[in-house]
T-cell receptor, first 112, second 113 residues
């Protein structure tokens, strides 16, 4: 079973920041938080990942709480092309393989 | 670099038949994972191959099998197809077993009638 809880759906106005929350209260010390997204009928796309510190790349920012029990993915200026299902995943970062356990994700609708 | 490619993109089969799907990973990637996506169950991990060996396996019946070749290309096979096998089958490749970054292909849409 997925170890994360996300809202089923969210709306965001185009040009505004989209803040997608994720709860992972049972996360272990060696587990990373990953975010992927899936645009309709395409394969999932990696967005960002982090362990403890906040992370930022060209796509998004990841804010992880100090206790690591929750995180927020921030899309700073959402566009219509960001409409997708966003998945928050936790997994151990080691050499045991790339198995990802996907939950139901958050369906983000960016509206004009 | 070319992305992950999957063939065929669409497939229609009849119950009881078998099917083979193909995945070519990104050049230099050695790990290939397979996932099944259905509206009811979402995205579920099938198995992962690295260096021609299955390293991880999901909770699917033995009708689902796979293999990886020396050039890292992978195939998955489903025998004795059932209606419930209708799904989008996704392949993902990563550089190694750490799997931090997995790059997904566009998927093969399998319809079983």
């Amino acid at each position: 079973d997925a170890k994360t809880t996300q809202p089923t759906s969210m709306d965001c106005a185009e040009g505004r920041a989209a803040n997608l929350p994720c709860n992972h209260s049972t996360i272990s010390g060696n587990e990373y938080v990953y975010w992927y997204r899936q645009i309709h009928s395409q394969g999932p796309q990696y967005i960002i990942h982090g362990l403890k510190n906040n992370e930022t790349n060209e796509m998004a920012s990841l804010i992880i709480t100090e206790d690591r029990k929750s995180s927020t993915l921030i899309l700073p200026h959402a566009t219509l092309r960001d409409t997708a299902v966003y998945y928050c995943i936790v997994r151990v970062g080691n050499n045991q393989g790339g198995k990802l356990i996907f939950g139901q994700g958050t369906e983000l609708s960016v509206k004009p | 670099k070319a992305g992950v490619t999957q063939t065929p993109r669409y497939l229609i089969k009849t119950r009881g038949q078998q099917v083979t799907l193909s995945c070519s990973p990104i050049s230099g990637h050695r790990s290939v994972s397979w996932y099944q996506q259905t509206p009811g169950q979402g995205l579920q991990f099938l198995f992962e191959y690295f260096s021609e060996t299955q390293r991880n396996k999901g909770n699917f019946p033995g009708r689902f099998s796979g293999r990886q070749f020396s050039n890292s290309r992978s195939e998955m096979n489903v025998s004795t197809l059932e209606l419930g096998d209708s799904a989008l089958y996704l392949c993902a490749s990563s550089l190694n077993l750490e799997g931090f970054l997995q790059y997904f292909g566009p998927g093969t849409r399998l319809t079983v009638t």
